[in-house]
């Protein structure tokens, strides 16, 4: 059984900054790809990072270069690093962890950033 829980989210201004985490429980294999999605108000959810375990980091064009993803293996966590926040942003954000077939979700984080 693998458990995600999101953590992090809030209510910011336009142009502020959130990390948010997601710790994985349960039984992680080495190999895996862990993301970061977001389903804004009213809309569908979409990819924002995915991190390969031992491979690069990609990025939805909408964030790069305002958001960092990164993972620490040790800890099973995965961060992102959001900065100049724009209200475009608002939407609940989950982490995704895929290994050996299957998909699990955290429960999502709600992040509001205010114009």
């Known amino acids: 059984q693998v458990q995600l829980v999101e953590s992090g989210g809030g209510l910011v201004q336009a142009g502020g900054s959130l990390r948010l985490s997601c710790a994985a429980s349960?039984?992680?294999?080495?190999?895996?790809?862990m993301r970061w999605y977001r389903q804004p108000p009213g809309k569908q959810r979409e990819l924002v990072a995915s991190m390969a375990s031992g491979a690069f980091t990609t990025y939805a064009d909408s964030v790069k270069g305002r958001f960092t993803a990164s993972r620490d293996n040790a800890k099973n966590t995965v961060y992102l690093q959001m900065n100049s926040l724009k209200p475009e942003d608002t939407a609940v954000y989950y982490c995704n962890l895929a290994q050996a077939g299957y998909l699990y979700w955290g429960q999502g984080t709600q992040v509001t950033v205010s114009s």
């Open positions: 349960g039984s992680i294999y080495p190999i895996n790809v």
